[in-house]
């Protein structure tokens, strides 16, 4: 069974531009999660998706980040316009369902704002 | 606020010893879910170890054991006869509700296995 599949694997950029990552779960699941990992902390939730719709966005700073997952499959995060503590390396994970389903984690993009 | 807080940011121990990573979590919930999860170089993590916080028993998953004492609200990890490929960073992880994605991490323990 194919993993949680994540591109690009590396990405640099300049502050004030623009960035996108790509996400596409492992088949059949429902729940879509994006992480941001900050180095030396542990991961922190950005969004979850469950199909199509958002379930919980409450730490995506949607002044600068917006993530869709327009028919319910692969997802794209984005980043308009990157500042220096965008640095991170960005997760994606999927489950089967929201509740009682164990969650399998890509092994995500790392991106450096310069 | 709930949070999760590993007070040891790095430990080593030698190959076939056993290793304990500490873990307290705060939270006023009643029905959640704990886990240990690993993370090699590769950045992709693995989940290690999982415990609903309704068992009394200690989860246990061939090599790792936890040690789960909820009025205390601590978790451990065990390892024991520690191989060169469990070094990697640790992190514990919480969640409720039953929702085993929407994690709340800490900020991990980087263990060493030296041979």
């Known amino acids: 069974e194919a993993g949680v599949a994540q591109s690009p694997r590396y990405k640099i950029i300049e502050k004030r531009q623009s960035v996108a990552f790509w996400c596409n779960p492992i088949?059949?699941?429902?729940?879509l999660y994006w992480y941001q990992q900050i180095l030396g902390q542990g991961p922190k939730l950005l969004i979850q998706?469950?199909?199509?719709?958002?379930?919980?966005d409450s730490q995506l700073p949607k002044d600068r980040f917006s993530a869709e997952r327009l028919k319910g499959v692969d997802s794209t995060l984005k980043i308009q316009p990157a500042k220096l503590e965008d640095s991170a390396v960005y997760l994606c994970?999927?489950?089967?369902?929201?509740?009682?389903?164990?969650?399998?984690f890509g092994q995500g993009t790392r991106l450096t704002v310069v | 606020a709930q949070t999760v807080t590993q007070s040891q940011p790095e430990m080593s121990v030698q190959e076939a010893e056993t290793v304990t990573l500490s873990c307290t979590y705060d939270?006023?919930?009643?029905?959640?879910?704990l886990f240990w999860y690993k993370q090699p170089p590769s950045r992709q993590m693995i989940l290690v170890i999982r415990q609903e916080a309704y068992k009394q028993q200690n989860a246990t998953e061939n090599r790792f054991s936890v040690n789960f004492q909820k009025a205390a609200k601590s978790f451990s990890l065990k390892i024991s006869d520690s191989q060169l490929g469990d070094t990697a960073m640790y992190f514990c992880?919480?969640?409720?509700?039953?929702?085993?994605?929407?994690?709340?991490f800490g900020k991990g323990t980087k263990l060493s296995v030296k041979p």
């Open positions: 994970a999927s489950s089967l369902s929201p509740m009682n389903t164990e969650a399998f």
């Open positions: 998706f469950q199909n199509n719709g958002v379930v919980d």
């Open positions: 088949s059949g699941h429902a729940t």
């Open positions: 939270t006023s919930e009643s029905n959640y879910y």
């Open positions: 992880a919480f969640t409720h509700g039953g929702s085993q994605g929407n994690l709340i």
